[in-house]
């Protein structure tokens, strides 16, 4: 079992960057892919970014390129996600999620474990 919590959403305004946080407990967490999801207002959750148990690598979906980085510190058990230049299209409820496993991808399916989400709005 593994408890993922997030934070670091708020209100902020477009243009600027953010940092948002997940910290895992519970079983050891670099035996864990870790990805971040978001689901804004009315849609589908999406998939944003992921990254390998070792944080050797990390994808993104086409549209979060360039602007959003992932990244994980297995020693503080934590995974982060950069956003720069925030849209307000940005807003939304953003998840951690975790997958058995050295690589998972943007099926969240393939997801064991996901925390409550935290909420990021961006104003215009």
């Known amino acids: 079992q593994v408890q993922l919590v997030e934070s670091g959403g708020k209100l902020v305004q477009a243009g600027g960057s953010l940092t948002l946080s997940c910290a895992a407990s519970?079983?050891?967490?670099?035996?864990?892919?870790m990805g971040w999801f978001r689901q804004a207002p009315g849609k589908e959750r999406e998939f944003v970014a992921a990254i390998t148990w070792r944080g050797g690598a990390a994808y993104y979906a086409a549209s979060m390129k360039g602007r959003f980085t992932i990244s994980r510190d297995n020693a503080e058990n934590t995974v982060s996600l950069q956003i720069d230049g925030l849209k307000p299209d940005d807003t939304a409820v953003y998840y951690c999620?975790?997958?058995?496993?050295?690589?998972?991808?943007?099926?969240?399916?393939?997801?064991?474990?996901w925390g409550q989400g935290t909420r990021l709005t961006v104003s215009s």
């Open positions: 999620a975790a997958a058995f496993g050295v690589v998972a991808g943007p099926n969240p399916l393939h997801y064991a474990y």
């Open positions: 519970g079983r050891t967490f670099n035996g864990y892919a």
